[in-house]
């Protein structure tokens, strides 16, 4: 192959492959500096209680705004940011700022609502994880209950020592809620044993529903296996009616996605938060 030829062989691929290669360095590199630069924000997506239409809670959501590169996904960033640690204090910025949003929101007619904020395995994993959550809450004054922690399954597979993460969470009075379940190689067995509060329904699943029965009966199997086991269920990336009434008719608690709204700016989703509670 042209890897194995050396550095003598100089052709296309191998120059789009340094190329690459370049960009990824000088992106770490920026990585590093976005967080002193204040280039990350967050934006926040509204869920809503299917039963009542209300406003529960809001999922934050991580976005990098470079200099020059314009926005930059966390699709993008975040498995860079895993690789080079950096997730730890970026994560750790990302749930600050969520806890003293949630916190102001508590205190203004917006009203407390839950604030739901994804975390990666790297962060997880990181030795007194649970400690930095505890001293985040209390230095924000965000009322723990308050704070919902998405995980995903591929973060637990040290099952004792994640077990204890989470009772450890639990002890601080935080939610912990499974993200983009049944994408994950878990067993169910799992479910048994770690202290979870909810499962968020893959959208994946709910994308199809329209037109694959199978991702019907996935989505229906899930909400009734999250209710025999006492979890609260939530369907990701609902986008449609006709995917709400499904939702609705089969039980499932909440709803997110873009048929509600896009996740917006702190400004944008009090706004919209209020405009709904005065209807
Ligand atoms: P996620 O936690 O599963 O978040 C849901 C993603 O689906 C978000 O993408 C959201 O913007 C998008 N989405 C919401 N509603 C719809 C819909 O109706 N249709 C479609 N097609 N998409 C919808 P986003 O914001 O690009 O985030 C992607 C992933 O990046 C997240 O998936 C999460 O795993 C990760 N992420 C985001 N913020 C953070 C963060 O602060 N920390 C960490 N560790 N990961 C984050
Ligand atoms: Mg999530
Ligand atoms: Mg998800
Ligand atoms: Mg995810």
Redesign the pocket.
């Known amino acids: 192959s042209a890897k194995e030829n050396g550095k003598n062989t100089y052709n296309f691929y191998d120059l789009s492959m340094n190329d690459s290669l370049f960009e990824r360095v000088q992106l770490e590199n920026e990585l590093r500096k976005a967080l002193d630069r204040g280039e990350f924000f967050l934006v926040y997506?509204p869920q809503v209680e299917l039963a009542t239409g209300k406003v529960v809670g809001v999922?934050?959501?991580?976005r990098w705004q470079h200099s020059s590169k314009g926005l930059i996904?966390?699709?993008e960033f975040?498995p860079l940011a895993e690789e080079t640690g950096m997730?730890v204090p970026i994560?750790e910025w990302?749930l600050r700022t969520a806890c003293t949003l949630a916190r102001r929101w508590s205190h203004s007619e917006v009203g407390p609502l839950r604030m739901s904020?994804?975390?990666?395995s790297r962060q997880f994993v990181s030795p007194h994880f649970a400690e930095s959550v505890e001293r985040i809450v209390r230095e924000t004054g965000m009322s723990p209950e308050l704070l919902d922690l998405?995980i995903t399954e591929s973060m637990t597979m040290d099952v004792s020592r994640s077990i204890e993460t989470l009772r450890q969470l639990k002890t601080l009075g935080v939610s912990i809620s499974i993200?983009?379940f049944g994408t994950g190689y878990s067993s169910l067995s799992y479910l048994k044993s770690f202290p979870v509060d909810r499962l968020k329904i893959d959208?994946s699943f709910v994308r199809q529903m329209h037109s694959e029965t199978k991702d019907r009966s996935i989505v229906a199997t899930i909400i009734s296996l999250a209710h025999n086991l006492n979890l609260q269920v939530v369907a990701?990336?609902?986008?449609t009616l006709s995917q709400s009434e499904f939702l609705a008719q089969h039980g499932c608690d909440e709803m997110?996605?873009?048929?509600i709204s896009k996740?917006l700016k702190a400004y944008d989703i009090e706004t919209f938060i209020t405009a709904r509670l005065a209807r």
């Not at 999922?59 to 991580?62: T, V």
């Not at 990701?236 to 986008?239: A, R, T």
């Open positions: 997506q999922e934050a959501l991580i996904s966390p699709a975040i997730i994560g990302a904020v994804n975390l990666s998405e993200d983009d959208q990701e990336g609902v986008e997110q996605g873009y048929y996740p």
